[in-house]
C-alpha cells in the first residue's frame, strides 16, 4: 500500500509497481503472466502492478478502471497493447494530447502531453471487476498521485473511476456536493478545494461500449478537447 510522503511521481511509481497488498489480484496477474493468451507466448508479460504514464507536471489526469489482463498487465504500460487503448490513444492524438496514435509496448515513442493516465486499481482483476475492498485499498496510491501531480482537470473513464475517485478528492480536501454527483458521459463537476478542479465524465473505452457504439471517437474527442482546455493546454 501506499506511504504518505513520496517526493516525487517517479518514487511513487516505483514503490506501486512491488506492491503485493490484495492477495488475490496478485495471484491472478501472476498467473495470467506465466499462462498467457497463445497469440502473446512468446512475449514476456509484465505481470505486476502497472504505474501510471505521462509527465510528472501534468495538468489533465485520466482516470480508468484497472489494467487488462492481456493489454497493460502483459506490455507493463496503462491502457498499451489492447482494443481500448487503441480507442483512448487515436482520440488523444486527435486532441493534441498524444505524438502518436497508436500504442503497442512501453518502447514505442509514444509521449503525452500535459496528460497522466492513471487507475482506481493497479492490478489486472479477474472479469475486469476489482472488489470494493480492493479498490478501497488501492486507494492511498491514488490519493498520492493527486497530491504529486495537482492537476486542474480530470477525466474519468467510466461509473468504477467516478465511484473511486470523488471519495479520494472529498478525503483530500475538495468540495464535493452532497449528494455526490452522478456519473454521466459528458458530465462535468467544478470544485473548489486545495485548488480548483473540473471533474469530467466519459463512457469507458471498453469493447462493449466502442463495438456498440455507445461511445463514438467524436463523444470521447469532445470530452478529451474540453478537458484540455479546463487544464490550460493549448493544443
Not at 46 to 55: D, K, Y
Not at 211 to 235: I, K, N, Q, Y
Amino acid at each position: 500500500m501506499a506511504r504518505a510522503g513520496y517526493r516525487s511521481v517517479a518514487e511513487l511509481d516505483a514503490a506501486l509497481v512491488d506492491c503485493r497488498a490484495c492477495p488475490r489480484l496478485v495471484d491472478w496477474r501472476e498467473q495470467v503472466a506465466r499462462e498467457k493468451r497463445a497469440a502473446f507466448r512468446d512475449e514476456e508479460y509484465w505481470g505486476r502492478p502497472v504505474p501510471g504514464i505521462g509527465p510528472a507536471d501534468a495538468r489533465l489526469l485520466i482516470v480508468g478502471l484497472a489494467p487488462a489482463a492481456h493489454g497493460a498487465n502483459r506490455t507493463g504500460r496503462m491502457f498499451t497493447g489492447d482494443r481500448s487503448g487503441d480507442v483512448l490513444f487515436a482520440a488523444l492524438h486527435a486532441v493534441g494530447l498524444a505524438n502518436q496514435s497508436t500504442a503497442v509496448h512501453r518502447d514505442d515513442g509514444l509521449a503525452l502531453h500535459g496528460t497522466r493516465i492513471t487507475a482506481p486499481v493497479h492490478c489486472a482483476p479477474p472479469d475486469n471487476r476489482p472488489t470494493p475492498q480492493e479498490r478501497d485499498t488501492c486507494s492511498a496510491w491514488l490519493r498520492a498521485e493527486l497530491a504529486l501531480l495537482r492537476p486542474r482537470a480530470v477525466v474519468v473513464l467510466g461509473g468504477f473511476g467516478w465511484q473511486a475517485l470523488l471519495p479520494q478528492l472529498a478525503a483530500a480536501g475538495w468540495e464535493v456536493p452532497r449528494p455526490r454527483p452522478k456519473f454521466g458521459h459528458g458530465v462535468q463537476v467544478e470544485l473548489a478545494g486545495p485548488w480548483p478542479l473540473r471533474v469530467f465524465g466519459s463512457y469507458h473505452v471498453s469493447q462493449q461500449n466502442t463495438f456498440t457504439g455507445r461511445l463514438t471517437p467524436a463523444m470521447l474527442e469532445d470530452v478529451l478537447r474540453a478537458a484540455a482546455g479546463a487544464a490550460g493546454l493549448s493544443r
